[in-house]
């Protein structure tokens, strides 16, 4: 169950980057103010949520971190056609790597 939150709060993070880049410009738009903000305090909830429910910290930060970093910058990619090289495909899945050897190391209670 803690894994969901931890989903969850990777979600809410990515929704909440995402959106600071819609805050530069017109400062008159609230909604991605509002979506910035209600996106991180969610994600921080969840995140807590789901170490309350046995994620080990250092393994929920990394899962949160590496996905979130590897999902913003395939929605920068998408969304505002930000470049992609194959260089920083590489670096993403070293980050995916990273993570997942991470989780296969941790002790299992």
């Given at each position: 169950?803690?894994?969901?939150f931890?989903?969850?709060?990777?979600?809410?993070?990515?929704?909440?980057?995402?959106?600071?880049?819609?805050?530069?410009?017109?400062?008159?738009?609230?909604?991605?103010?509002?979506?910035?903000?209600?996106?991180?305090?969610?994600?921080?909830?969840?995140?807590?949520?789901?170490?309350?429910?046995g994620?080990?910290?250092?393994?929920?930060?990394?899962?949160?971190?590496?996905?979130?970093?590897?999902?913003?910058v395939?929605?920068?990619?998408?969304?505002?056609?930000?470049?992609?090289?194959?260089l920083?495909?590489?670096?993403?899945?070293?980050?995916?790597?990273?993570?997942?050897?991470?989780?296969?190391?941790?002790?299992?209670?």
């Amino acid at each position: 169950m803690g894994y969901l939150f931890l989903a969850g709060a990777i979600i809410a993070e990515v929704i909440a980057t995402t959106s600071l880049k819609f805050t530069t410009g017109d400062g008159n738009k609230i909604m991605p103010f509002i979506l910035v903000a209600a996106g991180y305090i969610g994600a921080f909830v969840l995140l807590q949520q789901s170490l309350t429910r046995g994620v080990p910290l250092g393994i929920a930060y990394a899962i949160w971190a590496g996905v979130g970093v590897v999902l913003v910058v395939v929605i920068s990619w998408l969304l505002f056609k930000e470049s992609l090289t194959l260089l920083q495909i590489v670096g993403m899945v070293l980050v995916i790597g990273g993570v997942l050897l991470l989780e296969l190391g941790a002790a299992k209670h």
